[in-house]
């Protein structure tokens, strides 16, 4: 039996993080991994940059990890770029009424 192909794949460069793939609770904790190197590399003023143009699907453990980065992050914004399934799902639930620094672009 092959293993099954990794259903998450990330790319961060600097405070930028790009997902492709799903994120569910198998997988939310590569996201909240490399979300935490996002946070502490580069600017301490900057935005967090997560590029979800590539995401197929984003589940309540994914959600909860955006909800968490969110909240440590103060004044700092945590930009989701790339529209599509996460974008309508973060839109849907008012996660940006309730967290106003997280900013939905696309």
Known sequence: ???????????????VVAVAGEVDLSTSGLLRAELALACASGDAAGDVV???????????????????????????????LGGGWAAYVVNLLGLPARYPNIVVDG
Request: overall charge negative.
């Open 50 to 80: 997560v590029d979800f143009s590539e995401l197929t699907f984003i589940g309540s453990s994914g959600l909860h990890v955006l909800i968490e980065v969110a909240a440590g992050l103060g004044e700092r914004r945590l930009v989701l």
């Open 1 to 15: 039996m092959e293993p099954e192909p990794s259903l998450l794949e990330v790319r961060r460069r600097g405070a």
